[in-house]
């Protein structure tokens, strides 16, 4: 069973940055991908980037550039800098992995707001 806890969100104004921090625990063999999905009351979860053991990054069209994935795959960590960051960027922010033996694995989520 793998447990993915995320840290990092907060309050913001636009145009600021965050970072973004999720550790893996527990056990489990390997995880082949691990990224952030966001999302807000009323709309589908959506993909904000994910990267594969790799290092193959992926971003959601939205991200323009703005937010850098990373992985550390010794420590089990993933990574989310977000920078000019614009009210349309408000949500909640989860971490998700893809797990060997498991599948899709979320975590609780972290709320990022961006707002002056």
């Known amino acids: 069973q793998v447990q993915l806890v995320e840290s990092g969100g907060a309050s913001v104004q636009p145009g600021g940055s965050l970072r973004l921090s999720c550790q893996a625990s527990g056990s489990y063999l390997s995880i082949y991908i691990m990224g952030w999905y966001r999302q807000t009351p009323g709309k589908e979860r959506e993909m904000v980037a994910t990267?594969?053991?790799?290092?193959?990054?992926k971003y959601g069209d939205f991200v323009k550039g703005r937010f850098t994935i990373s992985r550390d795959t010794s420590r089990n960590t993933v990574a989310l800098q977000m920078n000019s960051l614009e009210s349309e960027d408000s949500a909640v922010y989860y971490c998700w992995a893809d797990v060997a033996g498991a599948g899709s694995t979320w975590g609780r989520g972290t709320q990022v707001t961006v707002s002056s």
């Open positions: 990267i594969d053991f790799g290092n193959i990054k």
